[in-house]
């Protein structure tokens, strides 16, 4: 490694920026920043270094001693596993320097978080302050709203959840925040595959309340392995897939890792839950054929009773209005049949042939052919010839009654003249014909 690229290790860690870094105990040969460790003549496997903030001008010397930090160098070989420091004889609290809380100035969130969508927008805004802008978007809400989020949409758009546990009091905190969750890998393949939601544990009102949600959603052996992960295990990373019965959780990432194997991590339970993800499309897909199918017969079903229910109403109507055209045609025909008697009833005596009196005899033609005679007095009204006429049913509003020599419409003459007056005597042939 360079010293600049410790340098900058130690600002991650203690927020102390490059520029401001007060150091003591790099080697006399230590004079350019693009050295590497291995030729300063550094003492190996460990050496001991201070850091601490450069005094402004208007600092106090207590100020700046408050401020300075041990360091301790460990070769690569030793340093990759945090819990080996242990070998040197120091504790990971030395080997980073001062209390995480020291540095800080206000709480990822507040004490005894009710409303945990509020928690999460101060989480989220202390996150950024702390580590940048580049990092995961955490979701705003109750986890139950978060499970609802990732796992209870459409299957394909369904994604796994991830729980990212924070806690102020370990070491590991600010070089898994800086170094892994704020990655540009890892936030973009958590905000392509997964909702990640966010606690710290830090206080303890807040851990058990997480606990109680975590006994709820992932049952009781979950929330004991929580339990009994000790401060400087975290933060602690919980991958979680939804699934019809319960949650399951498919890994729990403790904060001693590295970029590449929390990817590897990652990726290896999107491939378990691509598996029961493509199960469920496959399930969900067949599902809703089947309801398509259902929901067209059932459509289809539906349109052939309102075609038959239509078609029985139109018959209904249909039937309706014939029997009342059919009661208004008897009735018609009743009142005509009683005119005709009535008429008939009170037509005069025909003429016998031997009277006395001037007789005219009328031969009438109906429009089907045949004929009737009757004699009437040549004093007779033609009213009576036309009374005559409709008591066989032919009323004088519906048919003509013609002469043929001269043709004329006898209907049109005064029904008060007599016979002899408008020329029907001593005989005439006449003709009925139904008007217009």
């Given amino acids: 490694s360079l010293f600049h690229q410790v340098k900058r290790n130690v600002y991650d860690l203690t927020s102390i920026p490059v520029r401001h870094q007060l150091w003591e105990g790099w080697p ?3 004079t350019d920043d693009s ?8 003492t190996f496997p ?29 070769s690569d070989s030793d340093g990759d596993d945090f819990e080996d420091a242990t070998e040197f004889g120091v504790d990971d609290g030395e080997m980073f320097g001062v209390a995480s809380s020291a540095l800080r100035k206000s709480p990822m969130m507040p004490e005894n978080a009710e409303n945990e969508g509020d928690a999460l927008l101060q989480f989220t805004a202390e996150f950024s302050s702390r580590y940048g802008d580049c990092h995961p978007v955490y979701f705003i809400g109750s986890l139950e709203a978060a499970f609802q989020e990732a796992f209870y949409g459409k299957a394909r758009d369904r994604k796994l959840l991830a729980i990212y546990l924070h806690h102020d009091e370990s070491v590991l905190t600010n070089v898994f925040c800086s170094q892994m969750l704020c990655a540009e890998s890892i936030v973009s393949y958590l905000s392509q595959n997964f909702i990640t939601w966010a606690w710290d544990m830090t206080k303890e009102a807040n851990r058990a309340r997480f606990l109680t949600m975590c006994t709820r959603h992932f049952g009781s052996v979950v929330a004991q392995t929580i339990r009994t992960q000790k401060t400087d295990q975290f933060p602690l990373f919980l991958i979680i ?8 959780v498919l890994n729990v990432i403790q904060g001693n890792t590295t970029v590449d194997e929390l990817m590897m991590r990652l990726m290896a339970a999107m491939e378990i839950f691509s598996a029961q993800q493509q199960e469920d499309i496959k399930d969900e897909d067949e599902r809703e054929a089947r309801e398509n199918v259902k929901r067209e017969q059932d459509e289809a079903y539906r349109i052939s009773l309102e075609a038959d229910r239509a078609k029985r109403e139109a018959q209904e109507r249909e039937m309706a209005e014939q029997f009342r055209l059919e009661q208004i045609r008897k009735e018609q025909e009743e009142e005509r049949e009683a005119i005709r ?55 004088w509003e519906e048919y003509k009654l013609l002469g043929t020599f001269p043709r004329r419409d006898v209907t049109q003459l005064d029904p008060n003249k007599s016979l002899l007056e408008v020329k029907l005597y001593p005989q005439e042939t006449l003709f009925l014909e139904a008007k217009e």
């Fill in 28 to 30: 006399p040969s230590a």
């Fill in 35 to 42: 050295m590497t460790l291995a030729v300063s003549g550094l």
């Fill in 46 to 74: 460990c050496h001991r270094l201070t850091v601490g903030r450069r005094s402004s001008p208007v600092q106090t010397r207590e100020q700046s001693e408050e401020q300075c930090t041990d360091v301790h160098m460990v």
């Fill in 241 to 248: 897939m939804g699934k019809r019965s319960s949650n399951e």
């Fill in 341 to 395: 008697l009535s008429l008939e009833q009170s037509l005069p005596p025909e003429p016998k042939e031997e009277s006395t009196e001037s007789v005219s005899k009328l031969r009438i033609r109906t429009p089907s052919g045949e004929f009737f005679e009757r004699r009437f007095l040549a004093s007779s009204k033609l009213q009576v010839v036309f009374d005559f006429v409709a008591s066989k049913g032919y009323p």
